[in-house]
């Protein structure tokens, strides 16, 4: 197999076929059919000490495979550093039973560098290119070659590093969970143009001067803050992945997840930027998940930027320092996603951050730690919204996994809070007080936008075009990336606009300073299910509303 991602047929011939039977897919495929019980809620079967990549039942393809024990699967796999084999089992996913091996398969190069991920640097003048490799920095030294489009290369090194299993936190990420993740490379692209077009290549330099290289690639670089032109944004949590082919695999619950990617995929030519608001892959603790992920996602990362925020399925573990004391993340404690993604932050485990995109500020929470007024994640957003020059960058949306304002979700509306436990107490005041226009989350996985908000009241009593000030902040659940779907209350809150049962993205339209579109589509077909606009000058940034202003005085 010479790409990285290749279909292959795997042909089953069982004397003693049973309606049980499946098909493992192992990678290393030196793997051990074991039996590893349980240790936790995050265990799930088939309990073998070498968890398989995905798994698939014989009959699928052949509904009479019990009477003929004939039948074949074609599978997809994914260039993962190692080689493959399939095993046939019986006895279902509860007690398997070694049947058969095949042979082994491999890529042509396993340890090629693959899954390119760009963020946006420290700066707007910084793009970050991300990748995979099986390659080590005492096998060959990592770069990026890249330049203009059509003009000259030049090459960028690139920083390496990984991660073992006592870097996990608990099982399964440590124990039947546990891959290799081979080595995560990030090389720093500065000092580039505004709104230029960049072709890029990873590379590898072997000991002995080969020089193995990807693909080429290209991206457009970011606007310059503040300028004046068409910026288009994407905002999503909660994807997840999902098996192409139709197979299973460990925490297989986001259906809508292919849906999701393939709506972004097919528009890509009206997309700059991208954000995936916490539970990104839902590996929780079953590692492989992140290569297929990050395969999954390739053709939307290697264009733009594709900016994630930290949920609660990659950072939460007991006694790890999260603020929740849950299992959600398998082991993990944020490890994984902390160094398969780059974000401009200071310290990884404190995943917060802010970026600039031409005329829109982003700031960027971490709802896994401590967000509440006194902590250094506080100062954090007072200072990212405090900072931001309206004039310039007139867009200010905020954004955390956890629903930290509104949402009438049920299992919210069942703990009587509408949202996260305490989450409005700080900051809805920092809101009000730098105007923030819209606050997006996950975690709860559906669609819901509010009116214009302010201490559970409405300030605006316009839905759909909004002129001048808005009075408060608009809260928007965009959690319908791809898990399963989260059911509504019963009943309607004043404050809820639009409520959607569905998988589904949005989208910012910046057309200048003074006109933003918004919209919500559902991920089945694209199309548009509710939006709205927002139409102002500087001046209406700058009027007070409610408890927005310092005091005055009189003297003239």
């Known amino acids: 197999m010479d790409q990285n991602s290749e279909w292959v047929t795997v042909y089953i011939s069982n004397l003693n076929p049973s309606i049980d039977d499946w098909i493992g897919v192992f990678s290393p495929a030196n793997f051990s059919d074991s039996t590893c019980l349980p240790e936790n809620s995050r265990f799930s079967p088939p309990y073998l000490c070498s968890a398989p990549i995905k798994y698939q039942y014989a009959n699928y393809s052949n509904p009479n495979y019990k009477v003929t024990g004939e039948a074949s699967l074609n599978l997809q796999l994914i260039n993962q550093r190692s080689d493959f084999a399939f095993a046939l089992f019986t006895g279902g996913l509860s007690t398997p039973t070694l049947v058969a091996v095949s042979n082994t398969v491999a890529f042509e190069n ?21 990748w995979t490799s099986g390659y080590g920095i005492n096998e060959a030294e990592p770069f990026v070659e890249w330049g203009k489009i059509g003009g000259d290369q030049r090459r960028s090194p690139a920083g390496t590093l990984t991660f073992d299993r006592r870097s996990m936190c608990g099982s399964p990420a440590r124990t039947v969970g546990w891959r290799d993740p081979g080595y995560i490379h990030t090389s720093f692209l500065k000092d580039l143009w505004p709104n230029q077009v960049y072709t890029y290549k990873l590379g590898h330099k072997l000991l002995n001067g080969t020089i193995i290289s990807s693909r080429m690639y290209q991206f457009k670089s970011s606007p310059y803050p503040g300028q004046d032109s068409l910026q288009r944004v994407i905002i999503f949590g909660d994807m ?29 030519e009206n997309i700059d930027i991208v954000f995936h608001i916490g539970d990104i892959c839902y590996a929780n603790g079953y590692l492989s998940q992140w290569d297929q992920f990050t395969s999954q996602i390739e053709p939307i990362a290697s264009v733009v930027p594709y900016m994630i925020a930290s949920g609660n399925h990659e950072r939460d573990w007991p006694n790890s320092g999260s603020f929740y004391e849950n299992n959600d993340s398998g082991g993990e404690c944020g490890v994984v996603a902390q160094t398969m993604f780059q974000v401009p932050t200071v310290n990884k485990d404190k995943f917060w951050y802010s970026t600039d995109y031409g005329i829109f500020r982003f700031c960027i929470a971490d709802s896994e730690h401590d967000w509440r007024e006194g902590t250094e994640q506080y100062n954090f957003i007072e200072q990212c919204f405090a900072s931001v020059d309206r004039q310039k960058q007139p867009w200010l949306i905020f954004i955390a996994h956890r629903v930290l304002g509104y949402s009438s979700s049920l299992f919210y509306v069942v703990e009587g809070s509408f949202g996260e436990p305490m989450g409005r107490d700080s900051l809805q005041k920092l809101w009000q007080k730098y105007k ?32 001048g000030s808005l009075n408060g902040t608009i809260h928007v659940v965009a959690g319908g990336g791809g898990a399963d779907l989260t059911p509504f209350a019963p009943f309607q809150t004043t404050w809820s606009i639009f409520r959607d049962y569905d998988y589904g993205f949005l989208k910012l339209t910046a057309f200048d300073h003074s006109t933003l579109l918004f919209e919500y589509k559902k991920s089945r077909d694209g199309k548009v299910y509710d939006s709205f606009t927002i139409s102002r000058d500087y001046r209406d940034i700058l009027a007070c509303t409610v408890d927005s202003c310092s005091s005055t005085t009189l003297a003239s």
């Open 240 to 268: 997840g992945k999902d098996e192409a082919d139709g197979s299973n695999e460990y925490n297989n619950f986001q259906p809508g997840s292919l849906n999701t990617t393939k709506q972004l995929i097919d528009d890509m």
């Open 110 to 130: 396993p340890n090629a560098p693959v899954y390119p991920r760009l963020a946006q640097g420290k700066m707007w003048d910084e793009m970050t290119v991300t």
């Open 436 to 467: 923030v226009d819209i606050a997006v989350y996950g975690h709860a996985h559906n669609y819901e936008r509010t009116c214009p908000l302010y201490e559970n009241i409405c300030m605006n009593d316009e839905k759909n075009h909004y002129k």
